[in-house]
Structure formats: structure tokens, C-alpha cells
Nanobody, 116 residues
Framework: QVQVEESGGGLVQPGGSLTLSCAAD????????MGWYRQAPGKQRELVAR???????NYADSVKGRFTISRDNSKNTMYLQMNSLKPEDTAVYYC??????????WGQGTQVTVSS
């Protein structure tokens, strides 16, 4: 199975920006749709952005207009550009194939904390 490593998280002030990266140790081209998920304390993991192999993207309403997802199949890497960050964006962010369940492989995630 393809394993992933998320990176790029950190502490940022409200209104700030971060870019997350998801590096896979194998080809991600075989995954039709990949996405960024996040899990805040006490909440379920949610899909916030997805991108398919045609480049078509979709976003959760809570991040639409602020986050941009992209993927580079040649580098087996996916990105999430996050702008205008809000405290409610604080969560651990994960990347995975769209449709992945709790029974599937998940990386360690990367912590994003938005606070003044």
C-alpha cells in the first residue's frame, strides 16, 4: 500500500497562511480522487478538499475561497494552500484517497494551530 507523510503544519495567527504537503512513497496517479481531511479535538474527521486526476476540485463550504488543493502526480505529492486562516481551522490535517475509512491506512497527519 502507498504510505503518505503530511508536513507543513504549525502555529499561525488568524489571517495567516500555511501550505501543507503530502508526500507519497508510491504512485498517487492510480488514485482517481485524493483529498485533505482534518480532525479537530472532539470532532470527527472531515473531508475539506478533494481533487481528481482531471484536476477538478471541490471544497467544504467552511474553507471554500480560502483553501486551494493541488496535486503533482509526477512527484507523487499533493498540496493544500491555506489562506485567511481562522481559529476554527485548528486541527490535525491528513491526506488520503477520497473514500478512505478508519479501517484504511492513515499517515500521522500535521498539526495546524491558528491562534493569536
Amino acid at each position: 500500500q502507498v504510505q503518505v507523510e503530511e508536513s507543513g503544519g504549525g502555529l499561525v495567527q488568524p489571517g495567516g497562511s500555511l501550505t501543507l504537503s503530502c508526500a507519497a512513497d508510491g504512485s498517487i496517479a492510480r488514485f482517481y480522487a485524493m483529498g485533505w481531511y482534518r480532525q479537530a479535538p472532539g470532532k470527527q474527521r472531515e473531508l475539506v478538499a478533494r481533487i481528481d486526476n482531471s484536476g477538478s476540485t471541490n471544497y467544504a463550504d467552511s474553507v471554500k475561497g480560502r483553501f486551494t488543493i493541488s496535486r503533482d502526480n509526477s512527484k507523487n505529492t499533493m498540496y493544500l494552500q491555506m489562506n485567511s486562516l481562522k481559529p476554527e481551522d485548528t486541527a490535525v490535517y491528513y491526506c488520503n484517497e477520497v473514500g478512505a475509512t478508519s479501517h484504511d491506512y492513515w499517515g500521522q497527519g500535521t498539526q495546524v494551530t491558528v491562534s493569536s
